[in-house]
């Protein structure tokens, strides 16, 4: 009996074994299976992330790309601007964490905003030519050619300085802090201005803290740290060293008080410089873009220098449209070392405003070889850090496909929009170039003109 019963248990296993996999038919082809997972299965979970939604949502918030040399020379650095995908591969971790995969399906848009989200994580931040003028402007103190009287020879020389003492400024630039490294330039920046120069420095933000309980105090909070005299190091530095980073951003009020500051110093008989050094925009409800403008229309007739430190997109808008209201000059650095750059240019023009007066035939011929010299520096700049913009592009399209976040035929339409961009920023840089290389003495104002309204169309970014 026991023999039937194991006989009978033998035939129910084999009869099931037949009728699971008869020849395996049914099983899918070993191509068919990646990672454990089939094309189906794979498919069915990149369908289900697009019916969810997320996917697209890490990649719609960025901002439309547009193929053109305007848009170009605007963008903002993105956060990988700086590295290089190709030399630092470990990078690919960061970027590609929590990313999901886009789906085989997604429509032409939804493969724009992707480009557009890529584009906007390595872009490079391009100087713009308009700045390039502003400093060939800057260093043409004394010429007669200039068509902008305030660049032409005085009798005085006034400097302020605006500097942001706000909570921000205590972030870290290359190891050292915004405050920090500003308080530096500065003072190396005045230890060699000229000696019959009348110095003075005025600071704001510095009381209270960024909460809301301390917002009027710090809002209310812009004091005069050196008033106008000749430059003293002992005390000088003891005024730089009597604030730090606290609280809010009153630049309109700071502003403010600056032409109250310089309002016996008349623009027919003094020139009037004033720089400031800001890394964000007006945060007690001031409108710093009339305060510029009001204080260059004044009879004070102040040269406004605004630098913006690390500043964000809104910022840099703020900031940039206050220089152009007060028809000053805007340079945006990122670091103490681009800081110190900036105000070494000031210092350079300064000089070549002074010579000017001993051999004005010298200095023009000098102010040729600058320019010259400026754009080739320039034409190099773009061709380089937008080399590494595009190959950074390339290196993250392939890994989306070596990821298999995307399809092959989605990589086709990625390069060939990466291509694309590339000719716009090769039309770009010959652009910039040609109408840069027309810029002289002469003509300079009416180029920066021209330049400013061909350049500055484009606000996505900047």
């Known amino acids: 009996m026991r023999r039937w019963i194991l006989f009978f248990l033998a035939c129910i296993l084999l009869t099931g074994c037949s009728e699971e996999n008869p020849e395996l038919k049914n099983e899918p082809s070993e191509e068919a299976i990646i990672d454990g997972e089939s094309a189906d299965e794979k498919n069915e979970e990149r369908s289900s992330t697009q019916e969810g939604g997320n996917w697209i949502e890490k990649f719609s918030k960025a901002p439309e790309v547009q193929m053109s040399p305007e848009y170009l020379a605007n963008q903002l650095q993105g956060p990988y601007a700086e590295f290089s995908f190709l030399e630092e591969p470990e990078m690919f971790d960061a970027f590609f964490e929590d990313m999901e995969g886009i789906p085989a399906d997604a429509t032409e848009e939804e493969l724009n905003q992707v480009f557009n989200y890529l584009v906007s994580q390595v872009s490079v931040d391009l100087t713009d030519p308009q700045t390039v003028i502003d400093s060939w ?158 204080f260059a229309d004044s009879n004070i007739q102040p040269i406004i220098n605004i630098i913006g430190f690390d500043v964000d997109g809104d910022g840099q808008k703020q900031l940039k449209e206050m220089a152009e209201q007060a028809n000053g000059t805007y340079t945006n650095v990122y670091n103490s070392d681009q800081l110190s750059s900036e105000f070494e240019k000031a210092q350079d023009a300064l000089e070549g405003w002074e010579k000017w007066k ?105």
């Not at 660049?151 to 630039?173: C, R, T, V």
């Not at 990821?403 to 989605?410: F, G």
């Not at 810029?439 to 400013?452: G, M, S, T």
């Open 358 to 462: 001993d051999n004005s035939e010298l200095q023009a011929d000098k102010e040729s070889s600058q320019r010259y010299l400026d754009t080739n520096k320039l034409e190099s700049e773009y061709v380089l850090t937008f080399k590494n913009q595009v190959t950074n592009m390339y290196f993250l399209i392939r890994e989306l496909d070596n990821l298999e976040l995307i399809t092959s035929e989605q990589r086709v339409y990625l390069d060939e929009k990466k291509d694309l961009l590339k000719q716009q920023a090769e039309e770009a840089r010959r652009s910039i170039i040609k109408d840069l290389v027309e810029v002289d003495a002469k003509n300079l104002e009416e180029k920066r003109e021209q330049i400013q309204e061909k350049y500055n169309q484009n606000t996505q970014y900047k």
């Open 137 to 294: 402007k800057s260093s043409s103190y004394g010429n007669p050619e200039l068509e902008d009287s305030r660049y032409h020879f005085k009798e005085n020389y006034n400097i302020e300085i605006l500097i942001d003492s706000s909570g921000s400024m205590a972030n870290l630039a290359n190891g050292k802090s915004r405050m920090e490294a500003a308080k530096e330039a500065i003072n190396k920046f005045l230890k060699a201005a000229p000696k019959d120069a009348k110095v003075a420095l005025r600071v704001y933000g510095h009381k209270g803290t960024g909460s809301d309980a301390d917002k009027e105090l710090s809002c209310k909070s812009s004091e005069m740290a050196y008033s106008f005299d000749s430059y003293d190091e002992e005390k000088f530095t003891r005024a730089l060293n009597s604030f730090q980073p606290a609280g809010w951003t009153p630049l309109a009020q700071s502003m403010i008080h600056a032409k109250e500051d310089m309002q016996k110093y008349n623009g027919e008989t003094y020139t009037n410089m004033v720089y400031v050094v800001s890394d964000g925009i007006e945060t007690c409800d001031g409108d710093p873009v009339a305060a510029a403008k009001a």
